[in-house]
């Protein structure tokens, strides 16, 4: 056993030189030629455990996010011949219960929709000058706007393929991947002003440069991302995750939101992995009562929650609160914590939403050169039965004065 051990390390000490080469700019035709036999030993696990241990000595995630097409090329006929056995075996990625079945659904109508936007620019670009494309154009748009949906199926691997991949320490490989995904949006996004811009006959440069420059490459993007998906991705997952892992993989590939935790009746705990502490288990996620606790004082916004019988059940005790609470008030009936002009109002609330009428009340007012949004909001057991009402107040006043855009690449240190 520790022959195959030392032999495996020795194999990915090689490995991780190839690609230390193929970074320095060695040729990939060269690598092949040199190391043929050695690359048909390597598999989908292989590789990412090699990207992820030559990214944990230090090579940036964008470093092997630029060269990853040249790691793919230089390893491909060895995942064709691996994944074409996979495949033989079990079907349409199916082994024991463990499908991707949804996610190579999309693939196939991805793939399919590259096809035909490919022909429909090439038909484009040979059209001659002065040669009506408005339909072609139209065509065009149609089929673009299905393929922008790949983002939800990027999506999808994100956040439920990706942090699985994560509990196991392979996060170098996702990140790669998800910086690809980053590249194709952006891509895409030019590619519909494109559009836009030749639908408007707008003056730019001639839609067939527009085409070689931009549209084509992006679409190979999106083809070789499916290839990642299917010979890299894909069988990694299925070397990787558990049958209990699948079940819940699978639950959520149908309904992101579904609960990888099972309802319990009452006030359910758990012990949250590592830290040997009781918590308690939501919908989504275990929290302990401090960090919940933690959780709601760190909200930028108050919180008071009143219970069926209308009495004040809760209320968060952030750095600034915009209207004065004490702990006397836990117990409260919530008609008496307001001045009695106001009293006919708040019942007029409550019985709208325990009757069902309403859901939400708005409100907003400038408290001493504050703007404050206030509101009220029904709250519901999963049958629909009123189980009390959330008040949420929040300072709007920097908000309102917010333009353009900020994204988390403008941050600054």
Request: aromatic fraction near 8%.
């Amino acid at each position: 056993m520790s022959e195959l051990i030392d032999n495996r390390k020795h194999r990915q000490e090689i490995l991780k030189g190839i690609i230390r080469d193929l970074h320095a700019g060695v040729d990939p035709e060269d690598v092949k030629d040199r190391f043929g036999e050695l690359l048909d030993q390597v598999g989908a696990a292989e590789i990412a455990e090699i990207e992820q241990s030559l990214i944990n000595e230090g090579l940036p995630v964008e470093e092997v996010q630029k060269l990853c097409d040249v790691h793919v090329a230089v390893f491909k006929e060895s995942l064709d011949k691996q994944f074409a056995a996979v495949d033989a075996k079990a079907g349409q990625m199916k082994v024991a219960g463990r499908t991707l079945d949804p996610l190579k659904e999309e693939n196939e109508v991805i793939t399919q929709l590259v096809k035909d936007i490919q022909a429909i620019v090439a038909s484009i670009s040979d059209a001659k000058d002065g040669t009506n494309i408005d339909g072609l154009l139209a065509e065009w748009d149609a089929k673009h706007q299905q393929l922008l949906t790949v983002d939800q199926h990027y999506s999808k691997k994100e956040n439920i393929l990706f942090p699985y991949l994560e509990r196991y320490g392979i996060s170098g490989p996702s990140s790669v991947m998800w910086g690809t995904h980053d590249e194709i949006r952006a891509s895409l996004k030019d590619v519909s002003q494109v559009i836009e811009n030749a639908k408007e006959k707008v003056a730019s440069r001639t839609l067939a440069v527009e085409i070689g420059n931009l549209v084509l490459p992006v679409l190979n993007d999106v083809s070789e991302m499916v290839y990642k998906e299917e010979n890299i991705l894909f069988p990694l997952c299925l070397e990787t995750f558990t049958e209990d892992e699948w079940k819940e993989i699978t639950a959520q590939l149908k309904d992101p939101m579904a609960t990888q935790y099972k309802k319990k009746d009452g006030l359910a705990t758990a012990a949250i992995s590592g830290l040997g502490l009781a918590g308690i288990d939501l919908d989504i996620g275990v929290l302990t009562p401090e960090q919940i606790n933690l959780v709601l004082t760190h909200l930028p916004i108050d919180i008071t929650f009143v219970d069926e019988k209308d009495e004040v059940a809760y209320f968060s005790l952030g750095k600034e609160r915009f209207f004065e609470r004490t702990r006397a008030v836990i117990g409260r009936k919530v008609q008496f914590c307001h001045p009695p002009s106001s009293m006919g109002v708040v019942e007029r609330i409550l019985e709208d939403f325990k009757s069902g009428r309403k859901d939400t009340a708005d409100f907003w007012i400038n408290m001493k050169g504050t703007m404050l949004y206030i509101r009220y909001f029904a709250v519901r057991d999963q049958d629909g039965k009123y189980r009390g009402t959330l008040e949420v107040t929040q300072n709007i006043t920097e908000i309102q004065k917010l333009t353009g855009e900020k994204r988390i690449y403008d941050y600054e240190d």
